[in-house]
């Protein structure tokens, strides 16, 4: 059974910085594909950033030079790391793996992010 949970959201002031973490499970980590998507009131979910099973990362216009995403295949967790948050990086964060074994996408039940003005 895979399971994805995520944790760190909350609310913030503009400029702030947030830490979310996604913890994996049921899934050969370390040959996932591991991404952050959001989707905010009235909006469609859209890709935050993306890393790869070796490492490449890619990152939505929006959040570049702001977001960094990372993982860590000893404790089968990707992270992201969000500075300098903006009122419209206000939206529900969901991580996402892209399994190659079931050619599936599996997705984190999401964590809230507030950014205040």
């Known amino acids: 059974q895979v399971q994805l949970v995520e944790s760190g959201g909350g609310l913030v002031q503009a400029g702030g910085s947030l830490r979310l973490s996604c913890a994996a499970s049921?899934?050969?980590?370390?040959?996932?594909?591991m991404a952050w998507y959001r989707q905010a009131p009235g909006k469609q979910r859209e890709l935050v950033a993306i890393?790869?099973?070796?490492?490449?990362?890619n990152y939505a216009d929006s959040v570049k030079g702001r977001f960094t995403i990372s993982r860590d295949n000893a404790k089968n967790t990707v992270v992201l790391q969000m500075n300098s948050l903006k009122p419209e990086d206000t939206a529900v964060y969901y991580c996402?793996?892209?399994?190659?074994?079931?050619?599936?996408?599996?997705w984190g039940q999401g964590t809230q992010v507030t950014v205040s003005s």
């Open positions: 890393i790869t099973s070796s490492g490449a990362t």
């Open positions: 049921g899934i050969i980590f370390s040959i996932t594909t």
């Open positions: 996402n793996a892209k399994y190659p074994l079931s050619s599936s996408d599996y």
